[in-house]
């Protein structure tokens, strides 16, 4: 994986990332997901966007460079994890929905409770960072030239798997079309409108 890779829209480099493989390593082990879920969040331009009001403490990481993680708490329950895209000081990223367990699943599977079926056990954004072992300590690592949390290419995914719908769960901006995941795959989580969701403008 490369920067250059990584140094466009978010809209753009959500599809590449397809088929990547993120590696956690902890104290306890080491987890690797293969990615196959992922929605594009477009900074300033995107209501949905915790940068859509500008820069602060919290988000700073979107800011640039790319090829950094952003990690965030979602609802005072679960860590999501964004891997940083586009232009040094123009915010963009992209969030990781879920993905496949290609290494470390007996670790994995504790973390996420021993009745959890496979395919489950990264689906979801926060599943798949608990999975993972990705917390906030995580925020600002460069998936790069980093030690701990790694972005690395993956096995090639097909364009003709590559579905693209809205995104899920977001109240503003619900309807862009900036959500990507593998066609049958089922370790992609369900989509889900939110119930606050109003019509909007397309991207």
């Known amino acids: 994986m490369s920067v250059d890779l990584l140094a466009h829209p978010a809209e753009e480099v959500a599809p590449r990332l397809l088929g990547s493989v993120l590696t956690c390593k902890t104290p306890e082990g080491t987890v690797s997901i293969a990615i196959t879920e992922t929605e594009a969040y477009s900074g300033t331009a995107d209501p949905a966007s915790h940068a859509y009001r500008g820069r602060t ?12 993680l952003y990690v965030y708490r979602s609802h005072g329950l679960h860590w999501c994890a964004n891997v940083v895209t586009g232009t040094d000081g123009i915010a963009s990223a992209v969030l990781i ?13 504790q973390r996420r409770g021993e009745r959890v ?28 030239t980093g030690t ?9 995914v097909p364009a003709a798997l590559i579905r693209v719908g809205p995104r899920v769960g977001v109240s503003k901006a619900h309807d862009w079309q900036h959500r990507f995941y593998l066609a049958g795959d089922p370790t992609v989580s369900a989509y889900r409108l ?7 403008a397309g991207a």
């Open 97 to 109: 929905r879920a993905g496949r367990v290609t290494e470390g699943e007996d670790l994995a599977r």
């Open 148 to 156: 701990s949390v790694m972005l690395s290419d993956g096995e090639s």
């Open 194 to 200: 939110s119930p606050r969701a109003k019509p909007s």
């Open 117 to 144: 079926a496979s395919p489950r056990l990264a689906r979801g954004p926060g599943n798949f960072c608990q999975a993972l072992g990705i917390t906030g300590e995580h925020n600002g690592a460069d998936l790069l």
């Open 57 to 68: 403490p919290r988000n700073a990481v979107m800011f640039g460079p790319a090829g950094h």
